[in-house]
Nanobody, 128 residues
Framework: QVQLVESGGGLVQAGDSLRLSCAAS????????MGWFRQAPGKEREFVAA????????YYTDSVKGRFTISRDNAKNTVYLQMNSLKPEDTAVYYC?????????????????????WGKGTLVTVAS
């Protein structure tokens, strides 16, 4: 069992930066691909970024490439999402996800279906 707890959300202005964190319980964090998804009001959940369980590969949705960076610290059982140059359209609840021995690309292609564990989310609001 893996429990995921997100933090770092809040209200920011367009152009600002924010860093989300997701702390995972358990001793097998390194065997999970970690990802971030988001869901804006009235919209479907969408993939944002992921980090493979091994090899260090990452994957991003096009709309955040060059602005967001996902990283992980296996010693701290934590995955981060650094978000720069935030836009109002980035406003959403951001969810952390863990998928056993998956690749980052696989997390993106599955669009969240069949993901092993989810956090409860943290709200990011970007004001214009």
């Amino acid at each position: 069992q893996v429990q995921l707890v997100e933090s770092g959300g809040g209200l920011v202005q367009a152009g600002d930066s924010l860093r989300l964190s997701c702390a995972a319980s358990g001793r097998t964090f390194s065997t999970y691909a970690m990802g971030w998804f988001r869901q804006a009001p009235g919209k479907e959940r969408e993939f944002v970024a992921a980090f493979s369980w091994s090899g260090g590969s990452t994957y991003y949705t096009d709309s955040v490439k060059g602005r967001f960076t996902i990283s992980r610290d296996n010693a701290k059982n934590t995955v981060y999402l650094q978000m720069n140059s935030l836009k109002p359209e980035d406003t959403a609840v951001y969810y952390c996800a863990a998928d056993f021995k998956a690749t980052a690309q696989a997390m993106a292609l599955r669009r969240g279906y069949g993901i092993d564990y989810w956090g409860k989310g943290t709200l990011v609001t970007v004001a214009s």
